[in-house]
């Protein structure tokens, strides 16, 4: 069952796509919690899940796959993809490994003074 949403936009040399993104209800499973998502690329759809010991950490996890995938897409290296502002970052979190693609106010929140 989806319970969120967020749609993207991505600014092709001939038309503009609206790109969705979905997250369903985390689901116990026999040993672990899932959590499924969909990316609606232009090119087709991605699925893909987040996995934990409990709904909170499956959900947290599913969210970090939606920014590693955003951010590893050949979508955003166009640098025609946007979610509010062009280079202003997606909203999702990204696994710190790959927490130097971020950009725009996704950047700046990793970066505020401690």
Sequence with gaps: MKILERVLHYSAKERA??????????????????????????????????????????????????GADIYTSAYHRSGRLSWLDLGDGYGFPVPKTISHLLIGTDAAAIEAPR
């Excluded at 899932?34 to 599913?62: E, K, V």
């Design 17 to 66: 796509f609206e790109i969705p993104i979905s997250i369903d209800l985390p689901v116990q499973g026999e040993r672990d919690w899932s959590c499924l998502y969909r990316i609606g690329w232009p090119d087709g759809t991605h699925n893909g899940s987040g996995y934990g010991l409990d709904g909170m950490q499956a959900l947290m996890l599913a969210l970090q796959a939606i």
